[in-house]
């Protein structure tokens, strides 16, 4: 049973463009929605969350939107630069602490 | 702030031996969460510490498994008996009582052979 699911396994975006990563869930339990993202032999690293109050929040050239009739979000990258390839997963939490993840998506700047 | 610091940052050990990772946490930070990475799986959460309290441990594999918070800036997972099934990353993060940010360690590759 996938709660959180990231359908594209990859995405390739010109570097200087919009990167938009989506992210679907069942639970309309979840309290927030984060996004992270991981290099290679490095641990996840965070980048913005949501509460599940709030429709979007912005960080620098990060911006996350949840649409909850949808059960949907997506995080905006603008624009996107070469140091942004990686993976991104999305996550939300449950109970106030349970992390429950998205298989990934791997975004590729091409310069 | 050195973040989440765990080691080593590779062990290989031979099938049967125990193996100890280690995990210091952000100062301040009262949650503590061990996750191991595989392909297979992805990310799952193995226990869940607060205030140095398992909550929930209903990740944990198996009783080769056994993980302890001595402390509030420390934990411990063992495995002891290892199995070749475990070779996996695993991963510590913590997490303050303020806001959902969990902040994650660089990962400890384990290879059992």
């Known amino acids: 049973d996938q709660q959180v699911k990231q359908n594209s396994p990859s995405l390739s975006v010109q570097e200087g463009r919009i990167s938009i990563l989506n992210c679907d869930y069942t639970?309309?339990?979840?309290?927030?929605f984060l996004w992270y993202k991981k290099y290679p032999a490095e641990g996840p690293t965070f980048l913005i969350s949501i509460s599940s109050i709030k429709d979007k929040n912005e960080d620098g050239r990060f911006t996350v939107f949840l649409n909850k009739s949808a059960k949907h979000l997506s995080l905006h990258i603008v624009p996107s630069q070469p140091g942004d390839s990686a993976v991104y997963f999305c996550?939300?939490?449950?109970?106030?602490?349970?992390?429950?993840w998205g298989a990934g998506t791997k975004l590729i700047i091409k310069p | 702030d050195a973040g989440v610091i765990q080691s080593p940052r590779h062990e290989v050990t031979e099938m049967g031996q125990e193996v100890t990772l280690r995990c210091k946490l952000i100062?301040?930070?009262?949650?503590l969460f061990w996750y191991r990475q595989t392909m297979m799986r992805g990310l799952e959460l193995l226990i869940y510490?607060?205030?140095?309290?398992?909550?929930?441990d209903s990740g944990m594999p198996e009783d080769r498994f056994s993980a302890k918070m001595p402390n509030a800036s420390f934990s411990t997972l063992k495995i002891q008996p290892s199995e070749p099934r475990d070779s996996a990353v695993y991963f510590c993060?913590?997490?303050?009582?303020?806001?959902?940010?969990?902040?994650f360690g660089s990962g400890t590759r384990l290879t059992v052979v």
């Open positions: 100062s301040g930070h009262n949650s």
């Open positions: 639970n309309s339990m979840f309290d927030y």
């Open positions: 996550a939300a939490i449950k109970l106030g602490y349970q992390l429950i």
């Open positions: 993060a913590s997490k303050s009582r303020d806001g959902p940010k969990c902040t």
């Open positions: 510490f607060n205030n140095n309290v398992p909550i929930d």
